[in-house]
């Protein structure tokens, strides 16, 4: 168990509806990232926040967005989902140095019908 | 363009055997790092290990061991004596310390084990 947690664990929703990802990270990390894993991406990273603050973007859709709240947990916002949007959706934690290790939640399947 | 780069897509062992993961990596940060994370069956990515690149010392913990070759861009990951717990897929990270990084890991495509009895 790496100490990060993300609801719910799955998601089946259709074309063109909205969902939110939640994720809570580690006691005590600052940062939070979001990743996402398909068959034909890969993992990609789509965004990171700090103590609240975006510091940095990947490659993440204008349909997406994502915000950190004060008590640190983060959410992940899809809009107008498309097919091509199923994927395993992570999050992932660290401390206060961005380049120390990122422990990773069980992740959310999302599957867009 | 792909900055981390695990060729082998699937290596197959029987139980005992060793297994060595191939990673290249490219980039132009004097100061970056490196990591593997293990996927199992049930999905979740498990830490491994985090390398920055002013320390090429060769690791070892357990029956897993890493070779870092700054010279050749190179990051491999060594299974020794395999066992069907083993089975996953094995994913090698870059990250850079570029102004926009921020920690952000790259990683490469995976390589799947299968480790049979």
């Known amino acids: 168990d790496s100490g990060v947690t993300q609801t719910p664990k799955h998601l089946i929703t259709a074309t063109g509806q909205r969902v939110t990802l939640r994720c809570s990270p580690r006691s005590g990390d600052l940062s939070v990232y979001w990743y996402q894993q398909s068959l034909d991406q890969g993992l990609q990273f789509l965004i990171q926040y700090y103590n609240g603050e975006e510091r940095a973007k990947g490659n993440i859709l204008e349909r997406f967005s994502a915000q950190q709240f004060p008590d640190l947990h983060s959410e992940l916002n899809l809009s107008s989902l498309e097919l091509g949007d199923s994927a395993l959706y992570f999050c992932a934690s660290s401390g206060d140095n961005p380049y120390n290790e990122q422990f990773f939640g069980p992740g959310t399947r999302l599957t867009v019908l | ?117």
């Open chain 2, 1 to 117: 363009a792909q900055k981390v780069t695990q060729a082998q897509t699937e290596i197959s062992v029987v139980e005992k055997e060793d297994v060595t993961l191939d990673c290249v990596y490219e980039t132009r940060d004097t100061t970056y790092y490196l990591f593997w994370y293990k996927q199992p069956p049930s999905g979740e990515l498990v830490f491994l290990i985090r390398r920055n690149s002013f320390d090429e010392q060769n690791e070892i913990s357990g029956r897993y061991s890493w070779n870092f070759q700054k010279s050749t861009s190179s990051f491999n990951f060594t299974i020794t004596a395999s066992q069907v717990v083993d089975s996953a897929v094995y994913f090698c990270a870059l990250s850079e310390t570029s102004t926009d990084s921020w920690g952000k890991l790259q990683f490469g495509a995976g390589t799947q084990v299968v480790v049979t009895p």
